[in-house]
């Protein structure tokens, strides 16, 4: 079972969006495609989320 997989809810640990929570759309390799509130669809690195128990339907 992976950690980062759709639908879960990260909390961002680097970047412009630093301690905001975000929802993984999709995973790629070592990258994961996240959105949220005030955040666009974007591609981020998986090593700079921070995994929540938190899942959401995608």
Known sequence: M???EPGRICIKRKGR???KKVVVTSVK????FIEGK???K???NIR???PTPEKKKV
């Open 2 to 4: 992976a950690l980062i």
């Open 17 to 19: 969006e630093t301690g």
């Open 29 to 32: 390799g070592d990258y994961a």
């Open 38 to 40: 005030g955040i666009k």
């Open 42 to 44: 974007r591609r981020c």
């Open 48 to 50: 700079h989320l921070y």
